[in-house]
T-cell receptor, first 110, second 112 residues
Framework: SQQGEEDPQALSIQEGENATMNCSYK?????LQWYRQNSGRGLVHLIL?????REKHSGRLRVTLDTSKKSSSLLITASRAADTASYFC??????????FGPGTRLSVLP | SQTIHQWPATLVQPVGSPLSLECTVE??????LYWYRQAAGRGLQLLFY??????ISSEVPQNLSASRPQDRQFILSSKKLLLSDSDFYLC???????????FGAGSRLTVL
């Protein structure tokens, strides 16, 4: 399967701490994206990183991509209770549609 | 700006009844359109995608079908619902593939 896999499946941290989620995939990709989903809602795009990029930042988000290891990480710094959600990586393969991983459920405790 | 509308948000249907979920996109033309399915606590499974009017590609065999009668309208249907069709369904659009997906708010379907 080409499906990406997020790790860990669930993560619980205190407000103010950093949260790190990882995504691994199997074949060459065009780009990798991270999405967020609040319970019972649609997904919201967070950040896109292309295969020729190694790191991108957006506010408190930092995404890295290591194509040699076929992995990516999403770091949320100084987390807030409002960051509680599920986070998904989606890998875009050349000529094919996105493949979503099962997600990481993040709980940020006040 | 572009917006995506999906309805109904919640639907409770008896087994054997028909289904119609509708999705429309505003503010863009010729979008790629997608229907995803999500089981509770799980990732997304792509059901159908469309690159143009009347062009539908199916990713997995389902008791479901999709249609694109207009450029910015995407409909998910079933003639007879099964209990196993209960899930959360999401519509999305993108300018191309691969590109950023913009999702609707989702439709929670419960088949009893």
């Amino acid at each position: 399967s080409q499906q990406g896999e997020e790790d860990p499946q669930a993560l619980s941290i205190q407000e103010g701490e950093n949260a790190t989620m990882n995504c691994s995939y199997k074949t060459s990709i065009n780009n990798l994206q991270w999405y967020r989903q609040n319970s019972g809602r649609g997904l919201v795009h967070l950040i896109l990183i292309r295969s020729n990029e190694r790191e991108k930042h957006s506010g408190r988000l930092r995404v890295t991509l290591d194509t040699s290891k076929k992995s990516s990480s999403l770091l949320i710094t100084a987390s807030r209770a409002a960051d509680t959600a599920s986070y998904f990586c989606a890998t875009a393969y050349y000529g094919q549609n996105f493949v979503f991983g099962p997600g990481t459920r993040l709980s940020v405790l006040p | 700006s572009q917006t995506i509308h999906q309805w109904p948000a919640t639907l409770v249907q008896p087994v054997g009844s028909p289904l119609s979920l509708e999705c429309t996109v505003e503010g863009t033309s010729n979008p790629n359109l997608y229907w995803y399915r999500q089981a509770a606590g799980r990732g997304l499974q792509l059901l159908f995608y469309s690159v143009g009017i009347g062009q539908i590609s199916s990713e997995v065999p389902q008791n479901l079908s999709a249609s694109r009668p207009q450029d910015r309208q995407f409909i998910l249907s079933s003639k007879k619902l099964l209990l196993s069709d209960s899930d959360f369904y999401l519509c999305a659009w993108s300018r191309g593939s691969p590109d950023v997906l913009t999702f609707g708010a989702g439709s929670r379907l419960t088949v009893l």
